[in-house]
């Protein structure tokens, strides 16, 4: 009877690999599964992290100087800062609405992220994926992937964009950075 005593060990691993529900906004931290609570953006910095704003801006001030602190020489241009239909350089977004409109999540990491955790399931109507862009045009190395739950991905290829899902409208439960 006492070889039946081993301890279950599927859990915990399983439990580390999903994404974190939890968020900073405003100096506080919400629950993106129950509600964004007035955030406008939420970007998804690491499995343990994820930072929401109330607008584009707050979320460039906050996230952009990571790769400009200082005049160091780069031509001091506002390249690195550039964004595309309000996504920043270096970011993989998905807008709730057509359009590049409403609530928007970023990503960047290379992996797969359930949409569930942020409340996004089924409410992708756009996108941008503003990675992979350089002095010298787009690397084009730097994909992203919309999934379905089903099978049926979406291929977003860097430096391109949709301002309308079609068929796909509202039916992505998962993304690839
Ligand atoms: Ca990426
Ligand atoms: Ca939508
Ligand atoms: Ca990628």
Known sequence: MSGLASPATAGPSQQMLRDPSLASFQGRTIDLSKS??????CAVLSRTEVRCYASNEEASADLAPRSTPTNTGRGGGPISTLAWHGCDNDWLCIYEHADFGGRKLQF???YWHDLDEWGFVDQTSSWVNNQGGSWT???GSDSGTLGDGAGDNRTMTDCTASANLGSYNDRAE???G
Request: aromatic letters at 6%; charged letters at 35%; one cysteine or more.
């Open 108 to 110: 960047n990491e290379e």
């Open 174 to 176: 998962d993304i690839h």
């Open 137 to 139: 045009g787009c690397s």
């Open 36 to 41: 964004w609570e007035g955030a406008r953006v």
